[in-house]
C-alpha cells in the first residue's frame, strides 16, 4: 500500500549522495580527523565515522568497521511512509526515545517536570591527545602515541542537560572506546533512568551473536545466535558482573569464523549489573546497547551535576572472532591492566584450598609449603580459614570481617609464618574475602547497619554472608585499614581478594553502582600502596571475570571447576575477550571434587598452563606416586612457556564444542616461538588421527618442530599441519616450536 501524501505522510524518495572525501580538516590527530562536523576515527584496520545531520542536530552514524578513508555513497531519506519517521530509520550515535525513534534508547532522562523526552544536538567538540581516565572508574589508558579522543558535546535547549560523548581510538589495537558524561545545567534534578555506554547501530546485515553465559563452576561458555527481529539481551542484575553473564558482546557476520569474517566486540568496562540490548528492528537495521543495568540504577542529578557512565572498548577485526580476541587481548594488557606483573612471567603457586580447605593451621600449612617447595613450586598461598578470633574461620559459617589471624591456629603469628615459608624458598600469598561480613563474626556484632539491608526486610544470607556496603566511605576505610594492617605485618607477595556471594535487599536502586565506586575506590588505594602484590581477583571463581576487576588485578580466578575438560571450554570462552594471561588455572586432585572426573596429571597440568598463573590446589601427601613423580618436570614446562603465555598471541584453532581434539596455540611477541597445545578428550578408534593446522606463522620462516628432529616451513605448518597421535580420552601433547 502506498500512503498518500494527503494523509500527511511524504512519499519516499531515496537520492544518492556522493559526498566528498575529508578535506581541509579543521583539527586532526593523526587518528582522528574532523571535517566541518564530520568525524572519522581511523585505526589501521577500522574506521568509526558520523557526522552531524545540518537539520536535526542529531548525531548519525555513517559506518563502523573496516578502514574506510572517505565519505561512502550514502542514501539520503527525503520523505517516510508510514509510522516510522525518519529519526527511526538511520543510524544514530546517541538515540533517545520519545521524539519518533522506537527501537531502544541509548539513555532515558526524566527531567524535573515529569517528563522523559530528550533532545540532544550538537554544539562543540574537541580533539585531545592520548586517553583520559573517568573519575573513579576503570578506564583503559593510553599517551598520544597510544590513543586519540574526540568529544562530541551535545545539548538539550528544552531541559538545559548536557550529554558529552567521548570516543578514544587505540589505532594499533582496532579499538574504539566511548563513555558518556551527562551534566544538568538546568535548576531543577532531573533522574537518569538509564545511561549505555555504548548505542551503535550495525546496516542491515545478516548477524549473530555471541556472548558468555554460564553459573557457578561453569563459567564463560560461548553462545551463538542469530540475530532476529525484536530484541534479544541478557544482563546480570547481581550487583556484579556474575557468572551468569559477562558484560561482553560480540555481533559477527553470520558466515564468520574463528578466522575469518567481520566480528564486532564490545566489552564494558565495569563490574556491577549490566545489560545488553540487541535489536533488530522494523527497517532491518540492527542497535547493540550495552552499559549500567537500568533495574538497578536510577540516579538524580540536582543542578550542576555530572554523572559519568563507564566506558565500553569496541573493537573490530576482519579476522573472525580470533582476530576480535586477539586485538582485546593485547589492547587489555597494555592499555587497562595498571598492575606492574600485567606482562610480567607468573611464579607457579601452590594454593592450600582443594589441599586443606578449612584445615588450615601452622603444622599443616608449614608441612604444605615444605612440599609446594619440594615440587618446585615459587609460590605457596594460604587460602581461606587463617583468621578470626572470637569467631575462628574453622568452616564459612564464620568469622568474615575480622582479619585478625587466629592465634590458636598459629600461636607465633603470621610473621613467623610467613618467614618459615620464605625461608623454604618460596613466596606467600594470603587470601581475603573483604566486602562480605558473616553475622557470626565480631564486626557484625559492632556494626551491623554496614551489611547491605533495605529496612526490615530479612537479610538473605549466602554462604553464610552478608554483603557490607562498600558505598559508605566508613566501609571502605574499614576495608583499607584491615588489608593493609595485614600486608604491612609480614612480606606478603600475592593477595587473592575472592567475593562470594551476590548482592540481594538494596536499599534503592542506586547502591549497587555507589558500591562499585566505593569498591573501585577501595582496589585503587591499596593497589598504590601495594604495588608490588600480585592481586589475584575471585568471586567464586569467574563471577567477576571482567575488564573493571583487570584494571588493578592482572589475573582472576577462573573458575572452581578445576576438572581439565570443564576447563577447556571455560577457559576457550573466556578467552573470546579476556587475555590468557590474566588467567588463574590450577591442578587439582582426582576424580575431581565438582565433576568426579579423573583425568592423567599431564592433562590436568597442559590444561592449566594456558593460564597465565599456573599452579597445583591439591595436597602433595594424596598423589600417587606416578602422579608425583611428573609434577616437577610440568612445573618446569609451565615455567618455560609461561612468558609466551602471559605476553604472547592465543589462537583457538579447535573449540572444545566443535571437536574432540581441541587445540590452542601461543605465538610469542617477537614470533620467534610458537607453543601448541592438542587435546584428546574423547578417544574413538578407526578414525584418522587430526591434523591441527597451525595459524599466524611467517610462512617463509624454517620452525624446529618439538622434539621432532624435523624443521617446517611456515607454510608447511598452516597448511598441512602436524598431525598427532593419542591415547585414550584426556591425552594430550605440548608441542613447542622455534623459529630458526
Ligand atoms: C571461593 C573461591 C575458592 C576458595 C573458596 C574459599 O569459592 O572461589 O577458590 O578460595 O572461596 O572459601
Known sequence: MVWPRSR?????????????????????????????????????????????????????TDHFGGLVTEDPISVEIDFVQGWVTKIGRVRREFPDLGRGDFRTPAFQIRQAQGYTVSQFQYQSHDVLEGKPGLPGLPSTFGDSEDASTLVVHLYDNYSSVAADLSYSIFPKYDSIVRSVNITNKGNGTITLEKLASLSVDLPDEDLDLLELKGDWSREGHRVRRKVDVGTQGFQSTAGYSSHLHNPFLALVSS???????????????????????????????????????????????????????????SVFSEAGVGGMSRQFHRLYRKHLMKSKFAEETRPSLLNSWEGLTYGINESSVTRLAQESADLGAKLFVMDDGWFGNKHPRTSDTAGLGDWQVNKDLFPNGLEALVDDVRDMGLQFGLWFEPEMVNPVSELYEKHPDWAIHAGSYPRTETRNQLVLNLGLPEVQEFVIDSVSNILNSAPITYVKWDNNRGIHETPDPNLDHRYMLGV?????????????????????????????????????????????VERIAIQFGTSLVYPPSAMGAHVSHVPNGVTQRSTSVSFRAHVAMMGGSFGLELDPQDLDEDERAQIPDLLALAEKINPIIVRGDFWRLALPEDTDYPAGQFISEDGSQVVLFAFQTRATINNAWPWFRLQGLDPQARYSVGDTGRTLSGKTLMNAGIQLQFEGDYDSQVIILEKQ
Open 520 to 564: 573501585y575506590r577501595v582496589f585503587e588505594e591499596l593497589t598504590s600502596r601495594f604495588p608490588d602484590v600480585l592481586w589475584e581477583g575471585c568471586a567464586s571463581g569467574g563471577g567477576r571475570f571482567d575488564p573493571g576487576i583487570l584494571q588493578w588485578f592482572p589475573q582472576v580466578w577462573t573458575s572452581d571447576d578445576t576438572d581439565a
Open 8 to 60: 500527511g505522510f511524504a512519499a519516499i524518495a531515496m537520492v544518492a549522495l556522493e559526498l566528498q572525501p575529508f578535506s581541509a580538516l579543521a583539527q586532526s590527530t593523526s587518528a582522528i580527523q574532523v571535517d566541518g562536523t564530520s568525524f572519522a576515527l581511523n585505526g589501521d584496520n577500522v574506521s568509526y565515522r558520523f557526522h552531524v545531520d545540518n537539520e536535526t542536530g542529531d548525531l548519525i
Open 255 to 313: 558466515t564468520a569464523t574463528e578466522s575469518q569474517g567481520n566480528a564486532w566486540g564490545f566489552s564494558l568496562v565495569y563490574t556491577g549489573s549490566f545489560a545488553v540490548d540487541v535489536e533488530k528492528g522494523s527497517q532491518g537495521l540492527t542497535r547493540a546497547t550495552i552499559g549500567l543495568n537500568p533495574l538497578q540504577f536510577s540516579w538524580k542529578l540536582r543542578p550542576g551535576q555530572t554523572f559519568t557512565s563507564p566506558e565500553c572498548v
